[in-house]
């Protein structure tokens, strides 16, 4: 075996090239989008959410109205139907947030970088702006659209909290003058079933045993969940809106020139 030895250049692990690398993962960080990316994340974490624990408590929400709110399948047909239908709206709503989610991400460090060196050579095309200013667009259309979403998973939120009072009422008679009997939870006077669905109301010890069933628990929480989800989501798109508006607004009025 002959006794050749490495000799290759010292200097590949010099200072200088710890240094380079050093400088390229600072000027990366300086160049992320960190608005974009805790909007990103905090999209995915409230449609994930949203999308999980509503589909679910909609599920619950059919079980316990079939079980102790009506005995009749016509009575609460069309409420079915209804929830079949919110379910599959469930699936292409986490589809699409997440597809959107990611091209924002990506929009973001297109005009961050762009916004970076607004003041070097770089000079943005007049397609980046407007697509930029399309996705504000789009975005701001879908943060009006979702905060009627947030409005509405409110409504399931409210009808189950009045429940579990009202059961809290029943369990605690002491608190309130009214007899147990006459403590009610009826779903027919939120619209969840027509007027002539029967019994479409529970009352007294009846409903104090409803609420505590796991089920009904299991789901109020799940539209809590649901809730904040919503809430999240819309935080994320405001967030979103706000960045993409600003960045927009510097590369138009602040650019040095265009190109094709």
């Not at 990611?102 to 095309?125: C, M, N, P, S």
């Not at 909290?161 to 027919?188: V, Y």
Request: with cysteine; aromatic share 16%; glycine share 10%.
């Amino acid at each position: 075996m002959s006794g050749t030895s490495y000799t290759g250049n010292i200097h590949d692990f010099s200072p200088s090239s710890s240094s380079g690398l050093l400088e390229c993962c600072a000027r990366c960080l300086v160049g992320a989008p960190f608005a974009s990316l805790v909007a990103t994340g905090l999209c995915f974490f409230g449609v994930a959410l949203f999308c999980g624990c509503g589909h679910e408590a909609l599920t619950g929400t059919e079980k316990l109205i079939e079980t102790y709110f009506s005995k009749n399948y016509q009575d609460y047909e069309y409420l079915i139907n209804v929830i079949h239908a919110f379910q599959y709206v469930i699936y292409g709503t986490a589809s699409f947030f997440f597809l959107y989610g990611a091209l924002l991400l990506a929009e973001g460090f297109y005009t961050t970088g762009a916004v970076r060196q607004i003041f070097g050579d770089y000079k943005t095309t007049i397609c980046g702006k407007g697509l930029s200013a399309t996705f504000v667009g789009i975005t701001y259309a879908l943060t009006v659209v979702w905060l009627l979403v947030f409005a509405c998973s409110a409504v399931p939120v409210y009808i189950y909290f009045n429940t579990w009072t009202t059961c809290q009422s029943i369990a605690f008679p002491s608190k309130t003058s009214a007899s147990i009997g006459s403590l009610c939870a009826d779903a027919r006077m939120y619209g969840v079933l027509p007027w002539n669905a029967f019994p479409g109301k529970v009352c007294g010890s009846n409903l104090l045993s409803i609420c505590k069933t796991a089920e009904f628990q299991m789901t109020f929480h799940l539209f809590i969940a649901a809730f904040v989800g919503a809430a999240a989501t819309l935080v994320s798109l405001l967030t979103f809106m706000i960045a993409a508006t600003y960045n927009f607004a510097v590369l138009k009025l602040m650019g040095r020139g265009t190109k094709f």
